[in-house]
């Protein structure tokens, strides 16, 4: 049977699932909860070295069956193992591989995730710039009206720098920073060697097509296009 929650810490209590007996384990320090369809929740416990899933240190985060997660600084935790999940419940088993190293598969599932990613992202970003453009054209313009009954006053210069001003303070502290950090951390994530055992981060600024050319991952080997094979 499959526990759904398992909490891993140093000491031998009752709310702890696993003892870990490491010194930079915490007492308590992480939660996972098995989610089914091999998904998990992973949350840190307010551990002092972290939690960490694919190298990037977590809070609370979705992860899946092939990602890496990792207690400190080197307690890998086999999921698989832990949770008592069969073999055929593993992504990795529906493939017959007669090549340990061949992840193309696994690796084209990665093309779709880069894809939305490079997406929102660009429509994130397009949404502020033309939301901080029209804010910055209405505030700028509101000193006109000086005109119609102040022409040529030196008024007007002084009113427009200090409407440009306020335009620049506004537009600058409405950018929404969590909600494009969250994106990128949810990228980074899942942008990873499929290849367990490697779980490299694949980078934000390289191209699912820069990698597919490469053919395969440059620290384990794992192969990422057939035409490497």
């Known amino acids: 049977m499959i526990e ?31 989610l089914g369809n091999d998904q998990f929740e992973v949350e840190d416990l307010g551990s002092t070295n972290g939690t960490y899933v694919n190298g990037y240190r977590v809070q609370k985060t979705t992860v899946n069956i092939n990602d ?23 992504p990795n088993q529906e493939l017959s591989k007669n090549n340990p190293k061949d992840f193309t598969v696994e690796f084209a599932r990665l093309k779709p995730i ?18 901080t453009a029209l804010i910055r054209t209405g505030i700028t313009v509101l000193p006109l009206p000086v005109l119609f009954f102040f022409p040529g006053k030196p008024i007007y210069s002084a009113l427009s ?15 929404n920073t969590d909600k494009l950090e969250e994106l990128d951390e949810k990228f980074r994530l899942q942008y990873v060697c499929p290849n367990r ?11 699912w097509n820069l990698h597919f050319e490469t053919g395969k991952c440059f620290r384990c080997g794992a192969i990422y296009n057939a035409n490497k094979l």
């Open 4 to 34: 759904k929650s398992i909490v891993f810490g140093r000491t031998v209590s009752g709310e702890n699932t696993v003892a870990l007996q490491e010194p930079d384990i915490s007492a308590r320090h992480a939660k996972i909860t098995f």
């Open 68 to 90: 890496q997660v990792r207690l400190s600084s080197g307690t890998i935790l086999d999921l698989v193992k832990i949770f008592g999940l069969k073999p055929s419940q593993t």
């Open 114 to 131: 880069y894809e939305n990613y490079k997406r929102d992202r660009k429509k994130m970003i397009l949404q502020h710039n033309q939301k």
């Open 161 to 175: 720098l200090m409407g440009a001003g306020v335009a620049n303070f506004v537009t600058g502290n409405m950018y």
């Open 197 to 207: 055992e490697c779980s490299m981060q694949l980078g934000t600024s390289n191209s």
